[in-house]
């Protein structure tokens, strides 16, 4: 099983800022499926980035990944208000075990 | 519009099971390729992928929970349904059904449903 670490844990920041989120797999991700997802409190994950790096329909352009192999990063160019919340990785190369990470919570600072 | 939904109790008891029922619209599970997963998030935690089923009624289980998961389908219904066994209070968590799993991403979510276990 493919083990996915994110870090930081928690990242504060201030709305206007640049952040940079961390997904780092203990395997290669095959073909680069690996994807994002944004969480508010009290709602379900919410698709955010596909294919290591394509916006899911009507994500705004400030949200961006890359990476490739076993180390991949999600950028949101300038934090807004609405961007506060957990963010996850979650490989799904390796079928049928669909792995998570453990999160990054975005604070606002 | 895909939307999907789930449904269920809210309290169980342990060594009980648990049925949760995953009612969807905007798709076809008859169509190729098309399948739904179970995803559970305990609270503040991670969610973790617990089973799928296909199109072609292929099924797949998380290991670690292998022997306690049933996972089936009623095309005609738009239905999927989960079951699982020997209910433990570690088993509290919000359970969401989610269009995608295998080499596929999960582009829909249901709103969750959430699970407590307790005597």
């Known amino acids: 099983e493919i083990v996915l670490t994110q870090s930081p844990g928690i990242l504060s920041l201030s709305p206007g800022e640049r952040a940079s989120l961390s997904c780092r797999a203990s395997?290669?991700?095959?073909?680069?499926?690996l994807a994002w997802y944004q969480q508010k409190p009290g709602q379900a994950p919410s698709l955010l980035i596909y294919?290591?790096?394509t916006r899911a329909t009507g994500v705004p352009d400030r949200f961006s990944g890359s990476g490739s192999g076993t180390e991949f990063t999600l950028t949101i160019s300038r934090l807004e208000p609405e961007d506060f919340a957990v963010y996850y990785c979650?490989?799904?190369?390796?079928?049928?075990?669909?792995?998570f990470g453990q999160g990054t919570k975005l604070d606002i600072k | 519009q895909v939307t999907l939904e789930e449904s269920g109790p809210a309290l169980v008891k342990p060594t009980q099971t648990l049925t949760l029922t995953c009612t969807f619209s905007g798709f076809s599970l008859s169509a190729p390729g098309m399948r739904v997963s179970w995803v559970r998030q305990p609270p503040g935690k991670a969610p973790e992928w617990l089973a799928r089923?296909?199109?072609?009624?292929?099924?797949f289980y998380t290991t670690s929970l292998k022997t306690r998961l049933t996972i089936s389908k009623d095309t005609s219904k738009n239905q999927v349904v989960l079951k699982m066994s020997n209910m433990d209070p570690a088993d509290t968590a919000t359970y969401y059904c989610?269009?995608?799993?295998?080499?596929?991403?999960?582009?829909?979510w249901g709103q969750g449903a959430l699970v407590t276990v307790s005597s």
């Open positions: 979650q490989q799904y190369g390796s079928s049928p075990l669909n792995s």
């Open positions: 395997q290669s991700v095959a073909s680069n499926y």
């Open positions: 989610a269009r995608g799993g295998g080499y596929f991403f999960f582009d829909h």
């Open positions: 089923i296909d199109w072609d009624d292929d099924k």
């Open positions: 294919g290591v790096s």
